[in-house]
Structures are given as structure tokens and as C-alpha cells.
């Protein structure tokens, strides 16, 4: 009797064991379990940003999660997902962070929003070396690296080789003083959130939007008879000397006179490109002395190239000129009223009335 019940209780210890180990398993398996479906870091929030594209599956983006150190167990991502019935991942770019779940995690590739990229924004009117400013900003290079980048032969070479309706070898000539002026469209650009697109990647979009600006519109521009380069630089006068109160169209047909009359545009903007002067309006006698392919005082045709980008209106106001007689305009420095005049005597009238 004595061994069977010493037999007896060794069986209750081993039957004891093998329960308090499936026990520990159990909770240990549920422990690693919880910690593997939950966040990796709470307190880092640095999103970061994954594309899922087509043909993708939740066990390659598991790797590509587990690559970024954004979950901590793949196959458990893996499986767990597809507990949580969220396989069907949508296509596009998404943020996630550290602090998120793995559930958290599999919503966002699965309904949530995909993630929006900072824009980047060029205003009408500037010129290139303020267009470099805004991509300077925007990819946190230094200034002059970006224009070095935007002026480099090759890849201008590159633009005219791939662009030939918009750019040509005009744009190389001796004298001009930024082979890109004027092609570079005004315009709000996005690019893939997470991509750090090269200066060069973002002027070719630049590029890309004037070409699709233009192309439309070269037989309108053929009957001009500018080429695309003068008809950009004539644009780039009407943007430059628009005001709110401005009839471009009405501006456009000044131009117009004054070329068929062989008389020089004397537009004090082209001046002040040529001197590299920016937040200024005003340009004394000595200023129009200068000798450069830009100013309009020194010679009777258009300049060598744009000064500045130009908009959808300047470009058909340019198309569409106003049938006028008017070889000459002026805007009132306190309203920015525009008066137009026949002849220089009118002219003189007018500036001495509004210019003060």
C-alpha cells in the first residue's frame, strides 16, 4: 500500500509539472504574443513612410515593416492580420510611427489616409534665382549649390534634348544670364511623401508643367512670330509689369506697337533684372546705361531671354493682345491705376499727374 501511494503522488507531481509548464508557456506565449502585436517605441511619433504598390502582400510588407524596425515579429504581423480579416491593402504612400500597434498599423494600410507631402509652392513673377531660394528652403541645400545644380550645361542639355517643342540652344547663348529662366512654371508641386526628389528631379517637373502649358498652344504662338524663348521673354515683361489693376491684354498690344515700330520696349523691369535688383521699383538714368542683353533701353527688340516665370494669363494675354494705338502706359505709384497714351507727349501728361 505504501508504494502505491508513493507512486501515486509522484504521478500528481509530474502531471502537476507538465500543467504549471503549459501554464507558463501559455502566458509566456500570450506575454510575447501582446508584445509583439504592440508598439516598438511609445514615445518615438518620427513617422515613417512605406509605399505599398500592386502585387504587394501583407507578408512583404510585414518584411518591409520589420526592415524598419516599425513592428517586432513579422510572421506575427503576418498572422495576425489575417485574424483581424485586414489583407486587402490598398495601393499608395502611408505613414506610420513606432508608437502605433500592429492593429493601428494594418488599419492604416488598409483604410487609412494616404500621407500628404509638404508642397512646394512658386509664385508668379519670380525669377530663378527666387525660384532657387524656394527649393533651397524646401530641400534644406544652400542657395547657390541649387543654382549651380539648375545652371549645370549637361543637364540643361538634357531639358533641350527631352523638350524640344519648349526648349532650344537659344537658352545657351553668350549673354543669357540663367539658361532656365522663364521655363520653370508658377505652381504648387508635390512629390512622394518620404522621396527627397534632387533639385534637378523638381526643376524637370517645373519643366514638364510649361511644356504641357505650351505645347497647346505653338501654333498660336507660330503667328506671333516669336520664337518660343522670345515669346516666353515677352510673357515674362507683361508678368513683371502687371499690377492688379493691369488689362495685360492692353499691355501686350504696347509691346506689340512698339517692336513693329522698331522702338525700344524701355520697360524699367528688364533694367533691374539686368542689375540683379530685386525689391525694388525704382531706376535712376544711370541705371538704363547699362550695357546688357536685357535692357530694353539699349536695344529695340525683345530681350535675350525671359526675366521671370510667367502665368496662364500673361501667356494668353500675349496670344490676345488688345487691337490698340498705344505705344505707351504707366501705373499710378498710389493706386497702381494703369493709363495708357498715343504719343509721348500724352505720356508726360500722365506722369506727371500719377508718378509721385
Excluded at 31 to 39: E, K, M
Aim: glycine share 4%; charged share 25%; aromatic share 10%.
Amino acid at each position: 500500500m505504501k508504494k502505491r501511494k508513493k507512486s501515486s503522488n509522484k504521478g500528481k507531481m509530474i502531471v502537476l509539472t507538465v500543467l504549471s509548464l503549459i501554464v507558463i508557456v501559455a502566458i509566456g506565449g500570450y506575454l510575447y504574443f501582446n508584445y509583439s502585436i504592440g508598439a516598438v517605441d511609445k514615445t518615438n511619433k518620427t513617422d515613417v513612410y512605406i509605399k505599398v504598390k500592386s502585387g504587394d502582400t501583407v507578408a512583404t510588407l510585414a518584411d518591409e515593416l520589420a526592415a524598419k524596425d516599425v513592428i517586432h515579429q513579422p510572421m506575427i504581423f503576418k498572422y495576425y492580420a489575417k485574424y483581424l480579416k485586414q489583407t486587402e491593402l490598398r495601393e499608395g504612400q502611408f505613414a506610420v510611427n513606432k508608437t502605433m500597434t500592429a492593429e493601428e498599423i494594418m488599419q492604416q494600410f488598409v483604410s487609412g489616409d494616404e500621407a500628404s507631402a509638404p508642397a512646394l509652392t512658386i509664385p508668379e513673377g519670380l525669377n530663378l534665382p527666387q525660384t532657387a531660394t524656394k527649393i533651397a528652403k524646401y530641400t534644406g541645400l544652400k542657395e547657390k549649390d541649387v543654382l549651380v545644380q539648375m545652371n549645370d550645361q549637361v543637364f540643361v542639355k538634357q531639358m533641350i534634348a527631352k523638350y524640344p517643342n519648349l526648349l532650344t540652344t537659344n537658352v545657351l547663348k553668350e549673354g543669357v544670364m540663367y539658361p532656365l529662366e522663364g521655363y520653370l512654371f508658377p505652381a504648387t508641386y508635390t512629390f512622394a511623401v518620404g522621396d527627397k526628389p534632387t533639385v534637378q528631379e523638381i526643376v524637370e517637373q517645373m519643366i514638364i508643367k510649361t511644356n504641357k502649358v505650351i505645347e497647346p498652344r505653338l501654333a498660336e504662338i507660330k503667328k506671333t512670330n516669336l520664337s518660343v524663348n522670345q515669346f516666353l521673354a515677352f510673357t515674362s515683361l507683361l508678368e513683371k509689369e502687371a499690377t492688379a489693376h493691369t488689362d495685360r491684354s492692353k499691355i501686350a498690344s504696347v509691346f506689340y506697337n512698339r517692336l513693329a515700330a522698331k522702338m525700344p520696349i524701355q520697360s524699367d523691369v528688364t533694367v533691374l533684372y539686368a542689375l540683379k535688383k530685386t525689391g525694388t521699383t525704382f531706376v535712376s538714368y544711370d541705371d538704363i546705361e547699362v550695357d546688357s542683353p536685357y535692357n530694353t533701353y539699349q536695344i529695340d527688340h525683345l530681350p535675350i531671354g525671359p526675366i521671370s516665370n510667367s502665368s496662364e494669363l500673361s501667356i494668353d494675354a500675349a496670344l490676345k493682345p488688345a487691337t490698340t494705338d498705344y505705344y505707351y502706359f504707366l501705373a499710378d505709384t498710389e493706386t497702381g491705376e494703369v493709363f495708357y497714351a498715343k504719343t509721348l507727349k500724352e505720356h508726360n501728361k500722365l506722369a506727371a499727374e500719377h508718378i509721385k
